[in-house]
């Protein structure tokens, strides 16, 4: 018996208008969900312990020789995202360097806060990556968190300065940013075309019946996060889960940014499951 499709899926609440009918709806089973962080999800992608699925932007670019992305799928914002983001004691113009701990979670935020950082607020402060939950925090200027954790953090309000990380990205550029991408194993894909094919259409599927029912899911979901229903559908309205030319060149200008800060290697190319490929440059 062939073995079921290792998908991975973020577990986060972001994520949920895609896996939401997938789970509970269509009834599907050819596949095993494998759930994770965005960091533990790149992991198992990179050693081949998942076969498709959610990665940061960021595992792409590093990875890109080794996988394909599933096109029209990403975990977007075109402005303001809501749960990405840097708190802070101080003003960030006067973060030079001060200790930011960013959190361990995101491989793509960490990042997006040094770009941010020296690009923005023209500052290079110390980095120091980790867990958030249980840690003091005392010693550290600003810390930037990701997800759930980030809601629960703005909504307690513990730091006098706040800053959304997709909306400090379209002030610097004007484009949407990519926080994570659907791909494939070049491997998986070569092997089983036709499976790869059938869950990102399944996966495309999903995501339509999750948009059309967003009120639906924020009711849902509210009491699981502590939130109210109206908070949850302002935040996945933020959200953006295409990946269109304007993505494109987001990625594109965010992976030129980190190659000129030396934060990866080389500067990748955009290739899709069914054979596009587009060359990043700028």
Request: charged share 20%; proline share 5%; hydrophobic share 45%.
């Amino acid at each position: 018996m062939m073995a079921k499709a290792r998908l991975g899926r973020i577990a986060y609440l972001n994520v949920l208008p895609i896996y939401f009918a997938l789970e509970h709806i269509f009834g599907e089973n050819g596949f095993h969900l494998v759930r994770g962080t965005p960091a533990e999800l790149n992991a198992l992608m990179r050693r081949g312990e998942m076969d498709l699925g959610s990665i940061s932007a960021l595992e792409y670019g590093r990875g890109f020789r080794d996988y394909l992305l599933l096109p029209d799928l990403s975990i977007s914002a075109k402005g303001a995202v809501g749960s990405v983001l840097l708190f802070s004691r101080v003003p960030f113009y006067r973060l030079d360097g001060r200790t930011i701990r960013v959190s361990a979670a995101s491989a793509s935020g960490a990042a997006l806060v040094k770009v941010l950082m020296a690009e923005l607020f023209e500052v290079a402060p110390r980095y120091q990556q980790g867990q958030l939950a249980g840690v003091p925090l005392g010693d550290v200027a600003a810390v930037m968190a990701i997800g759930d954790e980030a809601l629960r953090l703005s909504a307690a309000g513990t730091m006098p300065f706040e800053l959304d990380l997709g909306q400090a990205w379209q002030e610097l550029t004007g484009l949407p940013f990519v926080f994570g991408v659907w791909a494939v194993r070049r491997d998986f894909a070569a092997a089983q075309p036709e499976i790869t094919d059938s869950l990102h259409r399944l996966l495309l599927r999903s995501r339509d019946w999750g948009l059309g029912s967003l009120a639906e899911l924020s009711r849902i979901s509210a009491a699981c996060f502590g939130m109210t229903p109206a908070r949850i559908l302002a935040y996945f309205r933020q959200l953006n889960y295409s990946l269109d030319p304007e993505h494109e060149e987001g990625l594109a200008t965010f992976f030129n940014y980190l190659y000129n800060l030396g934060e990866m290697p080389e500067e990748p190319r955009l290739e899709y499951f069914g054979g596009e490929q587009l060359a990043v440059s700028n």
